[in-house]
């Protein structure tokens, strides 16, 4: 079957990276179908600027928030037979993405990683070892079968959401969810290398969890055990 791959961008305030990321997506997937921008109704218009670009389908949320539960929507919306879903802010490289796309010849699930050979995580010191020691405890509780369970650069083929379900809310967590679930349903999980770099334009969406380290790694930490012990 020929690949049709459907992207999805969870957006909010991305004016400045979401032209650049939209013609690097174009340029770089052979099979693209669709580029999903689900936004957050930003002030900066993202939504609209977005819906102006090639290939690009705009859903703007009026009442909803956050990251995981943009993708839940994105997935819902997305026509392709192999859905991939990242960061907006040019972080994490659309180049990537054919190479995820090509492990799905073997696999059902390909996660962009930091943390394995060839990976790099580029970010501040602070960040780089907060999302090391969230991946550690979540190896420890739940599985090595995933060195970066956080990374929210993912490609997975469709039928994967035929059985596994997720709760979308939170911020990071959710990825945690997913590629858990996967492995315990016997799903084939590739980790792809990549390395990620700190945003060059804009307002990091993540700015407000570093001032808050201890309160959201708590909320981190219980959702992994709750992951644990309900599954």
Known sequence: MENNVSVILPTYNESMNIKDMVRRLNKSIKGLKEILVVDDNSPDKTGEIASRLKNVR???????RGVGSAIYRGIQAAQGN???WMDADLSMPPEVIPRMVSALD????????????GGRDKR????????????LFANIVL?????????GFVAAKRKVFDRIKYNPKGHGEYCIEFLYKCTR?????KEVPYVFTERKLG???TAQYITSIAKYGMMYVLRIIKIRFKN
Not at 124 to 133: I, Q
Not at 185 to 189: D, L, S
């Open 58 to 64: 705009a859903i703007i949320r009026k009442k909803e």
């Open 82 to 84: 192999i859905i991939v």
């Open 106 to 117: 073997n696999n059902d699930v390909a996660v962009g990683s930091r943390y394995i050979k």
């Open 124 to 135: 501040g010191p602070l960040r780089v070892l907060t999302s090391k020691m969230i991946n």
């Open 143 to 151: 599985n090595f079968k995933v060195l970066d369970y956080d990374s």
């Open 185 to 189: 349903k016997g799903f084939k999980v």
């Open 203 to 205: 307002e990091s969406k």
